[in-house]
């Protein structure tokens, strides 16, 4: 069975910047897609970025695009999300999901078989 531990959320102020970290227990991390998810308090959990398996695509919410970046390193098994200037609306507990599907809806939660335990993220004004 599949694990993901997320780590790096934190307490910031409005305009710093995070970098999350995911590591998967996955064998052949290069088979799965990721992505990162959030959940902000009384919200549905959202999309927030995608990566393709060799890590060359990538897809963005609107809401963080130009801010945030995705990135992995597949030797590493290793998945990244920096985040930059912050504001208190990203306040949200972020979460790593990983699918080795052939279908997939890239910002879909049911595409993702496999999820973190979830970081959280503060930011404040």
């Known amino acids: 069975q599949g694990q993901l531990v997320e780590s790096g959320g934190g307490l910031v102020q409005a305009g710093d910047s995070l970098r999350l970290s995911c590591v998967a227990s996955l064998r052949t991390f290069s088979n799965y897609r990721t992505a990162w998810f959030r959940q902000g308090p009384g919200k549905e959990r959202e999309f927030v970025a995608g990566i393709s398996r060799s890590g060359g695509g990538t897809d963005y919410a609107d809401s963080v695009k130009g801010r945030f970046t995705i990135s992995r390193d597949n030797g590493k098994n290793t998945v990244w999300l920096q985040m930059d200037t912050l504001k208190p609306e990203d306040t949200a507990v972020y979460y790593c999901?990983?699918?080795?599907?052939?279908?997939?809806?890239?910002?879909?939660?049911?595409?993702?078989?496999?999820w973190g335990q979830g970081t959280q993220v503060t930011v404040a004004s």
């Open positions: 999901a990983a699918t080795d599907s052939a279908m997939v809806i890239i910002p879909s939660e049911r595409t993702y078989q496999y």
